[in-house]
């Protein structure tokens, strides 16, 4: 069965230093999503893709966040510097269409800022 | 702006019995509403969904039920189990091909 794979599955920083975490969604899914979950949250959505173009991206605190899907395949999300408010479950997520579709989740990758 | 309003926060229950978690959402051109389970540690999962032009879904022992003029759908487990444990988020389906997330229930499975 297909799924959205994502690396690291963990990750330890220190504040100020840089980190990148990478996303893989299903072969064929047009669109992906990069979310940030608080733990006893809800997942908050920070930048959707089309393709290689950013559909949405006005919640991604563009300061320090940054993300890019090249060649409208695997995609990457970078943070510099990191700060202490930024430990969080950072998940993947894609759909194969624009229509109503299941949302295909990744594994995550949990953030920890020291 | 839109949002999705979920209830309990956190729920417990006797192993066997049922389970209800309700949600209301604001915008009323929502047309599809998924169902949401997360473990600890693990992304969300897709349980069931429902569309704007059915009022009711079952799987198993999971139903969803859509109440499109009062702008309400539920999720009912029935039979509940202890691998049902979990946090279960309710969304809508809002405007850019974007879900709108609700803040999520805790299921507690009491053996």
């Known amino acids: 069965e297909a799924e959205v794979a994502q690396s690291p599955r963990y990750k330890i920083t220190e504040k100020s230093q840089a980190v990148a975490f990478w996303c893989d969604p299903i072969s064929g899914h047009a669109t992906l999503y990069w979310y940030r979950q608080i733990l006893g949250q809800g997942p908050e959505l920070l930048v959707q893709?089309?393709?290689?173009?950013?559909?949405?991206d006005s919640q991604l605190p563009k300061d320090r966040f940054s993300a890019e899907r090249l060649k409208g395949v695997d995609s990457t999300l970078k943070i510099q510097p990191a700060e202490l408010g930024d430990s969080a479950m950072y998940l993947c997520?894609?759909?194969?269409?624009?229509?109503?579709?299941?949302?295909?989740f990744g594994p995550g990758t949990r953030l920890t800022v020291l | 702006g839109e949002n999705v309003e979920q209830h309990p926060s956190t729920l417990s229950v006797q192993e066997g019995d049922s389970a209800v978690i309700k949600c209301t959402y604001s915008?009323?051109?929502?047309?599809?509403f998924p169902w949401y389970k997360q473990e600890l540690g693990k992304g969300p999962q897709l349980i069931i969904d429902i569309r704007s032009n059915v009022g009711e879904k079952k799987d198993q022992r999971i139903a969803v039920t859509l109440n499109k003029t009062a702008k309400h759908f539920s999720l009912h487990i029935t039979e509940t189990q202890p691998e049902d444990s979990a946090v279960y988020f309710c969304?809508?389906?809002?405007?850019?091909?974007?879900?709108?997330w609700g803040a999520g229930t805790k299921l507690i499975i009491k053996p």
């Open positions: 915008d009323s051109a929502s047309n599809y």
């Open positions: 969304a809508a389906w809002g405007s850019n091909y974007q879900l709108i």
């Open positions: 997520a894609s759909i194969r269409s624009g229509t109503y579709n299941e949302q295909f």
């Open positions: 893709f089309q393709d290689e173009s950013v559909v949405d």
